[in-house]
T-cell receptor, first 114, second 113 residues
Framework: DAGVTQSPTHLIKTRGQQVTLRCSPK?????VSWYQQALGQGPQFIFQ???????QRGNFPDRFSGHQFPNYSSELNVNALLLGDSALYLC?????????????FGEGSWLTVV | GNSVTQMEGPVTLSEEAFLTINCTYT??????LFWYVQYPGEGLQLLLK?????DKGSNKGFEATYRKETTSFHLEKGSVQVSDSAVYFC????????????FGQGTELSVKP
């Protein structure tokens, strides 16, 4: 049973560019959440998707947007990249429209903005 | 607001020592509480959880008890191993906000042989 998978694992972007990160949830899960983890910090909730709609959002600017596809996979898009966007981006999945207790994380996508 | 506070690290212990990592929380309502572990270069793995007051979560020799009266969820292990070296995160989720976790800042544990 595949867990949460993310791609790419590492990428480097230039300030002002745009980036797209991808996530496939664990089999049987319908809810995907995205987190940003800066170096030495705990993960911060960005937003959550189920039924192809954004359901909850953390304190992140509109430069951060997402999408969920009919197969429950998801993308995180960040526009107009800033140096401060450099972080590990974690995707998490859960079941039952987000009410399932156990949340599983992928290994993350390391984004470096130069 | 809702938040989680962990003891600062790094924590350095010798193998077979007793481990305690303190975690306290502030939350509206009755949260579920979690400990996640992050090994170097990896994502987060759920270590244990507790969903109501006085519940004890346990896994791989680690334990934590949900203490509503002290709003705490301290992580303990009786005898640590070198392989336990990692960063440990305490987190909470609120009812009606499933899938959204609020994390502490993490505590780095280093176990020496």
């Amino acid at each position: 049973d595949a867990g949460v998978t993310q791609s790419p694992t590492h990428l480097i972007k230039t300030r002002g560019q745009q980036v797209t990160l991808r996530c496939s949830p664990k089999s049987g899960h319908d809810t995907v959440s995205w987190y940003q983890q800066a170096l030495g910090q705990g993960p911060q909730f960005i937003f959550q998707y189920y039924e192809e709609e954004e359901r909850q959002r953390g304190n992140f600017p509109d430069r951060f947007s997402g999408h969920q596809f009919p197969n429950y996979s998801s993308e995180l898009n960040v526009n107009a990249l800033l140096l401060g966007d450099s972080a590990l981006y974690l995707c998490a999945s859960s079941g039952i429209r987000g009410t399932g207790n156990t949340i599983y994380f992928g290994e993350g996508s390391w984004l470096t903005v130069v | 607001g809702n938040s989680v506070t962990q003891m600062e690290g790094p924590v350095t212990l010798s193998e077979e020592a007793f481990l305690t990592i303190n975690c306290t929380y502030t939350a509206t309502g009755y949260p579920s509480l979690f400990w996640y572990v992050q090994y170097p270069g990896e994502g987060l793995q759920l270590l244990l959880k507790a969903t109501k007051a006085d519940d004890k979560g346990s896994n791989k020799g680690f334990e934590a008890t949900y203490r509503k009266e002290t709003t705490s969820f301290h992580l303990e292990k009786g005898s640590v191993q070198v392989s336990d070296s990692a960063v440990y995160f305490c987190a909470l989720s609120l009812r009606g906000q499933g899938g959204k976790l609020i994390f502490g800042q993490g505590t780095e544990l280093s176990v020496k042989p």
